[in-house]
């Protein structure tokens, strides 16, 4: 019997796309080789390639891809990828699009920490409370009235 010679496709043989119009004709394989290639998608040429490609896509399948590439990439590199749709002026619509949900973790996580810093207790209920809400104008005014009360029932009054 002669022996199977099958083609094993491995993360590693995927290519790695650094060019943007290379990203916008291929998305998919954008976003495969970011993941595939952990160490080169700390560079901000492979995530922001990627992030050019994914612009092309209606945004169920970007939020989809996006999904994957967060669940599958470090921390370090999520973080990365987060500063750049917030901040690089060309893809701030990804962030407003894809990523309003990290602006309001953002703003509890600050809620949250101010609360500490100034010494209030914060229970488990409020923590959760706080990290549930997706209330963009609530967060804030939560922020506001968090420099001014004595005890953190006194937020949600």
């Known amino acids: 019997m002669a022996p199977s010679h099958r083609w094993r496709s ?18 998919e394989l954008a976003v ?5 290639h952990p160490v080169e998608a700390d560079d901000e040429q492979v995530l922001e390639a990627m992030l050019a490609g994914l612009a092309t896509l209606d945004e169920d399948r970007a939020r989809v891809y996006l999904n994957y590439v967060i669940s599958s990439l470090q921390d370090v590199t999520v973080k990365r990828l987060e500063e750049m749709v917030t901040t690089i002026q060309d893809f701030d619509y990804l962030g407003d699009k894809y990523f309003s949900h990290w602006k309001d973790q953002g703003r509890a996580e600050a809620l949250l920490i101010m609360l500490d810093a100034r010494g209030l207790e914060i229970s488990d209920d409020v923590r959760e409370r706080i990290q549930r ?25």
């Open 10 to 27: 491995t993360p590693a043989a995927s290519p790695l796309i650094t060019d943007p119009d290379q990203a916008r004709a291929s998305p």
């Open 133 to 157: 809400c997706e209330d963009t104008n609530q967060l804030e005014a939560w922020v506001r009235r968090a420099a001014v009360i004595t005890t953190v029932d006194e937020l949600f009054d």
């Open 32 to 36: 495969l080789s970011a993941v595939a």
